[in-house]
């Protein structure tokens, strides 16, 4: 993987994702790596060398800083089309010198993360104004987010990042429970369920696999040795199917029947 430090001319965009108002992505590119992620289809950039160079905006933090005193508060998501905590965050802390300005300012954050680089910054996030951490967990089963998300955390630090937010009343914590892999039994997502409900999550947001343009062309190799996900894809993924559907309907009422805390969003 390579890196490359860039300058930006802006910091803040607009955004059409729900409950968000800006983007701010303080990284050009990937190192997680996960093999189905939609931004190279989003940003008209070749799926095959996504992720081998990663673009760090240097000087984000200072035009984020000029920015906030002109623009109208609002949601700020971090990130959207990269992750704010990727490996490259280490050596950078391009996130950090970012949030770093925002706390200044009413603008509430919510920060979408697979790393457990977040646990780095709490008390930093605890500053922020009203913050939420989103953790993205699309499966309980981690050989298979080995295959799909090579270099993004395990799903069992990802839990731990969930543990350590579980009893702190600063930080809003949330679950993107997506893309569902399609394989899951329903034991298997109860599973899940039950440890978001354990730990405390705020809010549970579902999503399914998008199939962008090129994206089935090039999945069928990276899961072709595991029958299993390679059954679930050609049942559920790549041709017509509402296993979605069912299981969003089945989450939704077992969430209700164990929890009246936890609320569940669908992005699809």
């Not at 395990?154 to 399609?182: H, Q, W």
């Not at 705020?202 to 990276?222: E, N, W």
Request: net charge positive.
């Amino acid at each position: 993987m390579k890196v490359k430090e860039l300058t930006c001319k802006t910091a803040l965009s607009p955004s059409k994702l729900p409950g968000l108002d800006y983007a701010l992505n303080p990284y050009s590119g990937c190192g997680h790596q996960c093999t189905y992620c939609y931004v190279p289809t989003v940003l008209h950039l070749p799926r095959q060398t996504w992720g081998e160079t990663i673009y760090v905006k240097r000087n984000l933090p200072r035009v984020l800083a000029k920015e906030l005193l002109k623009k109208k508060p609002g949601v700020v998501g971090i990130s959207t089309v990269t992750d704010p905590y990727q490996p490259v965050e280490q050596t950078y802390h391009i996130t950090r010198y970012c949030l770093q300005q925002l706390k200044k300012y009413d603008f509430p954050v919510q920060i979408q993360t697979k790393s457990t680089l977040v646990l780095n910054d709490l008390l930093l996030i605890e500053d922020c104004f009203k913050p939420e951490i989103m953790i993205s967990i699309g499966t309980i089963n981690d050989s298979q987010r080995k295959i799909l998300e090579p270099c993004a955390s395990s799903i069992a630090d990802r839990l731990r990042i969930l543990d350590a937010l579980k009893n702190n009343e600063k930080i809003k914590t949330s679950v993107f429970l997506g893309p569902l892999y399609p394989d899951l039994s329903w034991n298997q997502i109860k599973s899940l369920l039950n440890m978001f409900i354990e730990k405390k999550v705020s809010t549970i947001m579902i999503d399914k696999f998008h199939l962008k343009s090129g994206l089935q062309t090039y999945l069928l190799p990276v899961i072709n040795n595991d029958e299993i996900l390679r059954d679930a894809f050609s049942a559920h993924v790549f041709t017509q199917s509402d296993w979605y559907e069912k299981k969003v309907n089945q989450i939704i009422q077992y969430i209700y029947s164990k929890s009246d805390a936890i609320r569940i969003k669908k992005a699809f």
